[in-house]
C-alpha cells in the first residue's frame, strides 16, 4: 500500500457518448441571462438557477469531517460544469439521520432537493397526502425526458418513488443487483489455521479460537470480537438469512403474505445470536456500540468479521488503515450455512439508494429536474462523479484518465465524498467506471457475483405501505430503533427476556396491535397484484 502506482484508464466510453441534449445543458436549460449548463456560473446567478440540496454525508469521513472551505472546491466545480449555483448541507447518517430529518420536517427548514429513504418513510409520515411533497411526473415529462430512461425500470416500479400511480420522488440508484457481503480477517484465519467458515459450525469454531488468541496482538485476549453488532441492526445482522428469513421480507405462507420476523425460523435466528453472546463472541454492550465507530473499532483489529458492502472492500483492506496490524488482509465471502443449507444476506430489492423528493415550498422546481437529469445524461456529470477534479484528483494524459489513488488531493476520503455523498445519480462506488479503476477489480467483481448469488427473495417487493401500519411504527417489519421486533432481538439475545416466552409473546403482540391486519391487507394486495 505504500507503493505509489497510477492506474491508466482509457475513456474511449466516454468521449464516444453522446452529450444528450439535457433540459440542464441546452438552450431549454438556461435562466433568461444566465448560461446554459456546462458553463460557469457568473456572479449574481438568478434565483431560478440556485438549488439547495438537503442530504446524508453517508459515513463517509470527508463529508462529514473536512472543513466546508475544503468541501467548497468540489461544490464549485460541480456548479462550473453545471451551470447551477448549488448549496449543500449534509446531516448525520443511518439513525443521526432519521431524528435530524424527522426535526427539519416538523419545523419545515426544508431545501428545494431532500434526500431521504423512500416517499413514506414514518420520518415524514403522511407527506404526500399532506401534499408536502411535488408530484413530479409532469415535470419529468416537460423537463427532463431522459431521466427516466437513465435510471433502471425496476426503481420506478417502487412505492418508494410512486404513489397511485403518481411519482413523488427521484430514485437514486444502488447501480447493482445486490452488494451485501461478509468481510473477514483473512490473516486472522491464516494465524488460525482456518479456512473461511462454510456452516455456522464452522463459524463457532472461528468465533471460539478468535476468543482464546489475542488476534490483534496487542497484550489483550479479551477486546476481540467473532463478528460486529450495533445499535444499526439491519447493517449487522449477517446470519438471520443461514436460516431461510431476513428482517424486512415478506413471503407467501399457506396463502398468506406474511412477514419474515414472526416465522419460527426467524426464532431460530435469535438463538443462534444468543448463543454467540453468551460465549462472549459478541461485545456484551453491542446495543451501545454506535454504527459510525464500527470501522475505527474494525482498524483496531477489534472484529474478525461484519456486514459490509462491497464496494467498501478496496477501503476497508488498505494495511496502514489498521494500527500496529501490519499483516492485516481482508476476504470478501458469503454467509455460512444453516440447517438447512441457506445462507441469505441481501433481499431482493428496487435497487434503490435513496430518494429525492422536491417539497412543495421549492420555487424552482423545474431547474431542479433539470439539473438532476444532467447529473445523469452528461459526459462530464459522469467524470466528475467517477474521478473527480481534472487536475486535481485526475489528469487526462492522451486521452486517458491518470488517477492516482495515493495522490495527496486522493487522501481523507475525497473520492468517496464525490461518488457517494455528493453523487446525485447513484452510489458511485459500484459504478462499472468506478470498479475497473481498482487494482483489485476482479475481487470485486467476484464479490458482486457473490452478493447476488445470495440475495433472498421477496414477495413484497412492491408493497406499497400498508394502511395497518398507520401511526404504528412498532409494527414495522425489519430493524428499526424501537420497533418490537428490534426490542424483541436485543432483550433475547442480551438475556433480558427467555427465548420462548420472550419470541412467542412478541408475535403475539405485532398481531394483535395491527399486524394481523397488516397480514390481511397484504395478501390481498399480493393477490391483486399477480392475478393473470
Same mark, same amino acid.
Given at each position: ?123 415524514? !409520515? ?11 411526473? #409532469? ?15 425496476? !426503481? ?14 427521484? #430514485?437514486?440508484?444502488? $447501480? ?138 478496496? $477501503? ?19 454467509? #455460512? ?164 416466552? $420472550? ?30
Amino acid at each position: 500500500m505504500g507503493r505509489r502506482s497510477k492506474y491508466m484508464l482509457v475513456t474511449g466510453l466516454l468521449s464516444a457518448m453522446t452529450v444528450v441534449a439535457a433540459c440542464g445543458g441546452g438552450s431549454n436549460g438556461q435562466a433568461e441571462g444566465n448560461t446554459q449548463a456546462g458553463k460557469e456560473v457568473p456572479e449574481g446567478t438568478s434565483e431560478k438557477r440556485e438549488i439547495s440540496i438537503l442530504l446524508s454525508h453517508n459515513n463517509y469521513q470527508f463529508a462529514s469531517r473536512a472543513p466546508e472551505s475544503e468541501k467548497e472546491l468540489y461544490y464549485k466545480e460541480l456548479e462550473r460544469l453545471s451551470g447551477y449555483k448549488l448549496s449543500f448541507e449534509f446531516l448525520g447518517h443511518a439513525d443521526d439521520y432519521r431524528q435530524q430529518l424527522a426535526l427539519r420536517f416538523a419545523s419545515g427548514e426544508l431545501a428545494d432537493l431532500v434526500r431521504t429513504a423512500s416517499i413514506d418513510w414514518d420520518v415524514h !409520515a403522511g407527506a404526500v397526502d399532506q401534499g408536502v411533497f411535488l408530484e413530479l411526473g #409532469p415535470l419529468i415529462d416537460q423537463y427532463a425526458p431522459n431521466l427516466k430512461k437513465s435510471i433502471p425500470e425496476v !426503481a420506478w416500479n417502487s412505492p418508494k418513488v410512486s404513489k397511485n400511480g403518481k411519482i413523488y420522488g427521484i #430514485p437514486l440508484s444502488i $447501480g447493482v443487483p445486490a452488494d451485501r457481503i461478509i468481510m473477514y480477517r483473512q490473516d486472522w484465519l491464516d494465524k488460525l489455521n482456518m479456512e473461511v467458515p462454510e456452516t455456522l459450525e464452522d463459524f463457532l469454531k472461528f468465533a471460539e479460537a478468535v476468543k482464546q488468541n489475542d488476534m490483534n496482538g496487542d497484550g489483550d485476549p479479551n477486546n476481540e470480537y467473532a463478528v460486529s453488532l450495533t445499535d444499526n441492526l439491519a447493517w449487522n445482522d449477517v446470519f438471520s438469512g443461514s436460516f431461510g428469513v431476513r428482517p424486512g421480507a415478506w413471503h407467501m405462507r399457506d396463502g398468506r403474505l406474511e412477514p419474515d420476523i414472526i416465522q419460527p425460523e426467524m426464532k431460530e435466528a435469535i438463538a443462534f445470536y444468543k448463543q454467540m453472546y453468551d460465549a462472549g463472541y459478541i461485545h456484551k454492550d453491542f446495543i451501545t456500540k454506535k454504527q459510525a465507530d464500527r470501522t475505527g473499532d474494525a482498524y483496531k483489529g477489534l472484529y474478525g468479521t461484519w456486514g459490509a458492502a462491497v464496494y467498501q472492500y478496496p $477501503g476497508n483492506s488498505k494495511k496502514e488503515n489498521y494500527i500496529d496490524q501490519p499483516d492485516a488482509k481482508l476476504t470478501m465471502a458469503a454467509p #455460512p450455512k444453516g440447517p438447512r443449507g441457506e445462507n441469505y444476506l441481501q433481499l431482493e430489492n428496487d435497487q434503490i439508494f435513496f430518494v429525492f423528493v422536491i417539497p412543495s415550498t421549492t420555487k424552482n422546481p423545474e431547474e431542479v429536474i433539470k439539473f438532476l437529469e444532467w447529473t445523469y445524461t452528461d459526459p462530464e456529470a459522469d467524470k466528475f462523479f467517477t474521478y473527480g477534479i481534472k487536475d486535481h484528483n485526475y489528469t487526462e494524459v492522451d486521452g486517458k484518465i491518470v488517477l492516482d489513488p495515493e495522490a495527496e488531493a486522493n487522501q481523507g476520503g475525497t473520492l468517496g465524498f464525490v461518488r457517494v455523498s455528493l453523487n446525485m445519480r447513484e452510489l458511485g462506488e459500484n459504478s462499472e467506471s468506478v470498479i475497473a479503476m481498482q487494482p483489485d477489480s476482479d475481487v470485486l467483481m467476484a464479490g458482486y457475483k457473490l452478493s447476488e448469488e445470495t440475495t433472498i427473495t421477496n414477495d413484497a417487493l412492491y408493497l406499497s405501505k400498508l394502511d395497518a401500519f398507520d401511526g404504528r411504527p412498532e409494527l414495522s417489519v425489519g430493524f428499526s430503533p424501537g420497533n418490537l421486533f428490534y426490542d424483541t432481538f436485543v432483550k433475547i439475545v442480551m438475556g433480558r427476556e427467555p427465548l420462548d416466552s $420472550g419470541f412467542d409473546n412478541f408475535v403475539k403482540e405485532w398481531k394483535s396491535r395491527g399486524g394481523e391486519a397488516a397480514i390481511q391487507e397484504a395478501t390481498e394486495w399480493y393477490n391483486e397484484f399477480h392475478k393473470k
